[in-house]
C-alpha cells in the first residue's frame, strides 16, 4: 500500500538512510536528514510517498525560466518499493500543478535506465566541489 509519509515513518527513513551510506559512495548526516524529512512532512510542496519498505519524494519549484511553469524535483527514490512510489508522487507533482519532471543520479546506472523507462532524457551534467 502507497501513503503519504507520516512522522511515525521516521524509524523507516533511519533504516532507509543507513542503507544508503551501506550501498552506496556516498555519506549522509543521519541527524540533518531525519530533520529535513521531518520538515518535508510537514511542507504542502512536498509529496513523500512510502510503502514502509521504499519511498519517493517531490518537491514543486517554480521555474525560474517560466512563471508560469512548476517543476517537480525527484530529491530522493529508495527501497522496495520505489518504483510504485515514483509513479505516485509523479502523478501527485502533475495534479499539484508540476509541467516538468526533474531528477538527478549520483553515478548509479540502474537509475539511468529507471529514469528512462519514465521516458526522462539527460539534459545536464551536475558539477560539485566542497567550498
Not at 39 to 53: A, D, K, P, R, V
Not at 61 to 74: C, Q, T
Request: with cysteine; charged share 20%.
Amino acid at each position: 500500500m502507497i501513503r503519504q509519509a507520516e512522522i511515525s515513518d521516521l524509524p523507516y527513513f533511519l533504516r532507509a538512510a543507513q542503507e544508503f551510506i551501506e550501498l552506496t559512495p556516498f555519506s549522509l548526516d543521519v541527524e540533518s536528514y531525519l530533520d529535513n524529512m521531518i520538515q518535508l512532512i510537514s511542507n504542502e510542496s512536498s509529496g513523500i510517498f512510502t510503502t514502509g519498505t521504499g519511498h519517493c519524494v517531490i518537491v514543486l519549484v517554480p521555474s525560474l525560466y517560466n512563471s508560469n511553469e512548476i517543476i517537480g524535483r525527484v530529491i530522493s527514490t529508495w527501497g522496495v518499493g520505489g518504483l510504485k512510489c515514483f509513479k505516485h508522487a509523479v502523478r501527485w507533482a502533475k495534479h499539484n500543478g508540476a509541467s516538468i519532471l526533474m531528477a538527478d543520479s549520483f553515478v548509479d546506472t540502474r537509475m539511468e535506465s529507471f529514469y528512462k523507462r519514465f521516458g526522462m532524457i539527460q539534459t545536464d551534467r551536475v558539477y560539485l566541489r566542497t567550498i
